[in-house]
Structure formats: structure tokens, C-alpha cells
């Protein structure tokens, strides 16, 4: 989603405005635009597509120089994206940059016009820029909490007034933004990745909270005007952890990060032997005390909910539902007080899940938040939270954060089942023992890569292809189709095997690729039985297994076999195959695999 940067300090402002923005490039764009003061008055820049493209403009046009100004990467909700359509906005003395959605745009554009105020793009932002120059009468702070009590919506908001050069001003209701401290310089940004090269301190703005940036310090005042005090944070990422050191995409960089951000992840969680969540939270009575869970969130971060139901059925025998984030806030589900509902989300603002944690909230639930952003609203509004600490992801297609979300899981899942006395200690330590060796398996699975590639290199062609498994394998086979369709843009479903005779074995043609994920022993057979139905069919399978599984070759055109181990933990390395076969299809189709087409890493809109 939109990306908003700010800057006021000595430096070249435009250069400064153009590389934070370079780094909020991962959250999907399609134009974007910086202004800045420039001798006396503001030198706007924007275009319809990338910053490259924005670069060559201002060289074939202008460079605006200046000390101070504001950035926006933008993408598009109201108006198509073009070069109109892109921020910054002006109104009279005001320029703006927007993130999110104002949601009575209508009514108020209606009523400027009224007063006859005209309009250049279809945005929702310029309806903001006007209004806020509308009230403009010399005091910034009054006429930004004027228009603040008039906008409903989500949005971030970065402005700047004609008659107040070299201040910035910010403000947020529900979309992320945070104030980044240096010395005799100030930022704005929608995350701190973008700004780690400058200074790691900086403010969270809380709803309705204005900061006002000047190059010796940062102001912030309350809803009511008032100033207040703000606590000052310092990101535990360093600029390394933004940057691709030597990798060619931050996919395949994230993907071998997997081992080091399980380990991270983990190890504080678990004390002699045991898992230990209580640092977040989480003690040994709430666990007892409840009588069913839910697991709301989008994507990825929903697939890991999939794994964790199976996983906390298995061992804790507990109820869970997994649901949509987008489809629990309008079905009034059955949550109330006894409940447990786990938000699980890498960026921790995704909106849809955002609004099923207040919901959840509402109904009297405990909420349990398993976020990877830190400070985000999701894991700010949580009762409890799990972070991952992943690290910054920049790669769209979520990989790291999805495998540390797995490792929660299985955490959660063996101190429920301990909790509710369904596995003993002895039985607790020995799963914590597994879940500790998983780094190293991920690691061993990494070496498979050149067996993917060469696996890509036959899907490259295909016009759809099956993702097929039975249980956790099922669960797997979801994320495995949906990395693939994100990033290579081949149209792939996933089916639960047993499933394909009931209508979808139809779609088999002669050389359809089928990827089959069979991990799970129990369920060999009954899944080799589904991989030879397709193959009779002229499918070209591919099938993940254990090491030693029996399967038939005559069914298998290629195999990855992961090391034996237990089949319970089997999520957790069987994935990156599946990952890596996503990441070598899309480099050979020639994809920009880090921003895939049309997707934004954080949404943050509906
Ligand atoms: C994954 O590859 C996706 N790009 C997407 O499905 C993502 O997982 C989803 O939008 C949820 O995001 P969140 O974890 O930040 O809430």
C-alpha cells in the first residue's frame, strides 16, 4: 500500500525523499511524487509508475532542491494510477501526501465544491488537501484538527503549508506512521525500514496525535491541541537487516534467513526444556480457561492458522476455527467471553485483521496477537502478543515471516496441550527437542535449491497447475499455490487430495503439473493413491515426501525429499521447497519477484 516519507534537516531533501522511499518500494506502488520547499515556494515532482520513472522525469524537467519536503509511493484506490492521480495533492496553500481511505470523501468534495473549490484529480486526497486549506487561516495545528473532526477513514498523513517553509507536519488515524529522531534532522515514514540508514530512534503517533517536524526537534500534540510527551523508541533492526547483501532478491535472501529467525524467535520462548510463554502474556490458567479458539488473518499469515489447527486439535484438543480476516468481520461470528482469538499478521496493520481484533475485543474475547512489526497497531491493541522476530520482510510474498509464524504455532500449541494436561512434561520436552532442530532441517532443505530450480524450469510454460495434500500437507499445499500465483503469476489451485475426484480431476490435461506435498506417514497411501490418479490422467507430478517414504516411481516425475523426521514438524521444512519452486519460476519467467504486479506488502485498506 501507499508508502508516505518526510523529511526536514540539512540534506538533500529530494535525495533524501527518494531513497526512504526506495525503501518502502516492497509495500506495491504505482506512481509516485515528492515536493519540497524550494526558493520560497514548493517544486512538486510526480509520475505514473516507479521511482526510476520519477527520477528520469525531474532529470528531463527539474530537480527540485531544498532542505525539507515530503514523498509518497502510491497505490491506487480512488482514480486510476496516473500522473494526475499522484500524490502529492495541493490545495491553495497546502500540499499533502496520503496513505488509506477517507471514507466520506463524497460528501465533503460535494460540499467544497459548493463553495467553489475545483478539483483536478479523482482522489479522495485532494478532498484532504482542500479541506485542510479551506480552515487555513494562518494556525496549522487548529486547521489540521479541524479537518481531523470532519474525515472518517484510515489515512497517514504527511502536509506542508506554502507559508511555513522547512516544517513538516504528520498526523494518523488507523494507517501506520512513525516520527524518525535525528540529530538536527527529523523524518516521517510508514515504517522505520525506510528511514534505518538515518537514525534507528523514533516516536509511534498515536490516532489523531499531530507531530510537527522542524530541523531542531519534534513537537506532538494531543487531540485537543495540547502538547504532549512522547516516549522515544529505537528499532532493534539494523540497516543490514533492509538491505539484499549479495542476494539477487530479498525473497531468496529471506527465504535463507529462515533458520536464524526461527531460532530467534524460539529461544527466548522456551526455559528448561518447556515452553514459556508468559513474558508475552500468556499464563498457565488463561490457557486452561479456554474453551475455544479462533485464528483470523489473511493470506500467508491465515495459512500458518491452518497448520495451527491442526497442530492444537492434535495435541491440545482444543477447537479451532480458522477464518478469513475479511470474512469474520462481516459474519457475525459465534466469539464471546471464554474465547480465544489469535490475530496473526507479519505487518501487524493489515486492516481486515485489524478490524477482527477489535471485533473479537468487542465481543468479550482474549485476543492474542502474533505480529512481526514492532509497535504496530495490531500488536499494540492485542491482550497478549507473541512478536516473531523475523526481522524486516520486504519480499511481497511472505516467507520468513509465514515459517516463524509456524514456529509460534507449534509453541502455542505444546503449552495448550501441556496446559490442558492432553501431553505429559516428559512428552512437552521432547516436541520443544523436535521444534529446537528445526533450524538446522530448514538449513539442510536450503541445499535443495538447484533440485527446485531445475523443477521450475518445467513449470515455466504451464497455464495452470495443482497444489494436492491431505491434512498439515493440505495446509502446506494452500501456501505452496499461493506463493506460486503471487510471484510467478501461473495459475495454480490447491485441493485437499481426497477432494479431486468430486470434480477438479477433470481439469487434468496431458503434462498439467501437479505438485503433490506427502509428508505426513499416516496419510501416505492414501495420498500416493491420488497421485496415481492424476498421473493416469497425464499429469506431471511432483511430489514432496520424507526421505525412505515408498512411493511407486511410476507416479513421480520429480521427487524433493526432505530428511525423515517427525511428521508433525514436517510444515516447517517441507515449505521452503515449495517456496523455493515459486521464487526460481518467477526469476525464469522473468518477474520482478520482489514486487509482484497489482499485490502491496502491507495492506492496509480493505
Ligand atoms: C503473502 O505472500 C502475501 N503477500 C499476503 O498474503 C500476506 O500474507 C497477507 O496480506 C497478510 O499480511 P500480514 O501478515 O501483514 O497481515
Redesign the pocket.
Known sequence: MCGIVGYVGKRDCTKVLIDALSKLEYRGYDSAGIAVFENGGISVAKTKGRLRDLCEKMKKTHIPSGHSGIGHTRWATHGEPNDVNSHPHAGGKVTIVHNGIIENYKALKDFLVSKGRHFQSETDTEVVAQLLDYYYCGNPIECIQKTLSEIQGSFALGIIFADRPDVVYAVRRESPLIVGLGKDENFIASDVTAILQYTRDYYLLEHDEIAVLGMDGVKVFDSHGSEIKKERKTADWDVDAAEKQGYEHFMLKEIHEQPTAVKTTITPRISDGLPDLSECGITVEKLRSFNQIFIV???????AGLVGKYIIEELARVPVVVDI?SEFRYRNPLVGVGDLVII???????AD?LAALRLAKSLGASTLGIV??KGSS?ARESDMLIYTHAGPEI?????K??MV?LSVMYLFAFELALAKEKIDEAECRRLIGLLRQTPDLIASILESADACQKISSQLINADHLLYIGRGLDYALSMEGS??LK?ISYIHSESYAAGELKHGTISLITNGMPVIAVATQTKLLEKTVSNIKEVKARGAKTIVVCQQGMEIDPSAVDFKIEIPKFEDIIMPMPAVVPLQLIAYYTSVLRGNDVDKPRN?????TVE
Open positions: 488473518a489473511c493470506g500467508t499469515a491465515m495459512h480476516a496473526i499478521s507479519q505487518s501487524g496493520e493489515t485483521s512481526n512489526a495490531i519480499a511481497v510474498a511472505s516467507t515471516a509465514y509464524q499461493l506463493k503471487e499485490l502491496a506488502k502491507s495492506v
